[in-house]
């Protein structure tokens, strides 16, 4: 059974950078599209980013494009989310997902992480 841990979340002041990593155990990656998403109390979880499982196809979602960057290191069983200009906006709890379908809506993914929280405040 494929587990999903992100690690990497804090508080980061408006400007700043932060790096999120969604590292796997219980089997490989390989085969695996994986999403980034985060969601508020309240609200829709939102598609932030995916990768294809070979890595060579990244997706964004307008709010985060130009700032985030994704990427995976299959060897390693981890993918990361770089980001960069954090805005106050960006504040939310950050879940991992692996899937079959290279997507950013949350029903193509069957795996899912406990999530990591990132505040972004002065």
């Known amino acids: 059974q494929l587990q999903l841990v992100e690690t990497g979340g804090g508080l980061v002041q408006p400007g700043g950078s932060l790096r999120l990593s969604c590292t796997a155990s219980?089997?490989?990656?390989?085969?695996?599209?994986i999403g980034w998403f985060r969601q508020a109390p309240g609200k829709e979880r939102e598609g932030v980013s995916c990768i294809s499982s070979g890595g060579g196809s990244t997706k964004y979602a307008v709010s985060v494009k130009g700032r985030f960057t994704i990427s995976r290191d299959n060897a390693k069983k981890t993918v990361y989310l770089q980001m960069i200009s954090l805005k106050p906006e960006d504040t939310d709890i950050y879940y991992c997902?692996?899937?079959?379908?290279?997507?950013?809506?949350?029903?193509?993914?069957?795996?899912w992480g406990q999530g990591t929280q990132v505040t972004v405040s002065s």
């Open positions: 997902a692996a899937g079959g379908i290279y997507s950013l809506r949350s029903n193509s993914y069957n795996y």
């Open positions: 219980g089997s490989t990656l390989d085969y695996y599209v």
